[in-house]
């Protein structure tokens, strides 16, 4: 199963008429590189619900975003509200995507999933 977003602002700040596209290359570089420390691991089976089961964490761990496309607006182009900087489409590692991750978000205590 296949996520799909797109990132957009809806006013300008600071009460301006138009705004700078930047920080792509910070955004590529997060998404190629994300992953769950075993800290970050450590410290969600201590904040949620002691009945999430194992394989939510497990799922956790084994995160991989390498099918992960973004497309994008040139840095330092002029944009205006309302419009997308940014589309990002992939799946969800896993052996059946989204599904896996639904299912498991459930059994962690989330009470939707999207």
Known sequence: MCFRFDLYFRKNPFGGEY??????????????NFKYSKEEITFLRETLSPTCEDGFFDYLQGIDFSDVEVYAIPEGSVVFPKVPLMRVEGSVAGP?????ASRYCY????????
């Open 96 to 100: 059946d995507g989204g599904i896996s």
């Open 19 to 32: 705004t700078v596209f930047a920080g792509l290359e910070e955004c590529i570089r997060f998404i190629a």
């Open 107 to 114: 059994m962690g205590g989330f009470a939707a999933t999207r």
